[in-house]
């Protein structure tokens, strides 16, 4: 099976005046987990098996945890399918990728 899986954190920090302001940390993690992703204004989309994609959301709640977040609210949309779906196939008609993204 292929998966993509599309993930928006939404961390409440008691203690900053800017609403939600450690997603850049989350989009960090993300970028560093070596997986295949694209980020967007409101999401970011990860391309893995299933295993990968649920533990960089385990990642992502636990860092967030870490960083004295009250909560996080984790909104995920997963599709799966049979057939390989790329991010690069999907925008290609949007976006110019470089040959090693």
């Known amino acids: 099976m292929n998966y993509l899986m599309s993930i928006q954190v939404l961390p409440y920090h008691p203690g900053d005046k800017e609403l939600y302001s450690h997603t850049s940390g989350a989009i960090d993690l993300i970028e560093n987990s070596g997986l295949t992703h694209f980020v967007g204004p409101q999401e970011t989309t990860v ?55």
């Open 47 to 101: 391309e893995g098996n299933l295993d990968e994609l649920f533990s960089l959301v385990k990642k992502l709640n636990l860092y967030l945890a870490e960083q004295g977040c009250e909560h996080v609210t984790s909104n995920i949309k997963l599709v799966q399918s049979k057939e390989e779906n790329r991010i690069k196939d999907i925008l290609a008609d949007y976006y110019e990728f470089e040959d090693d993204e």
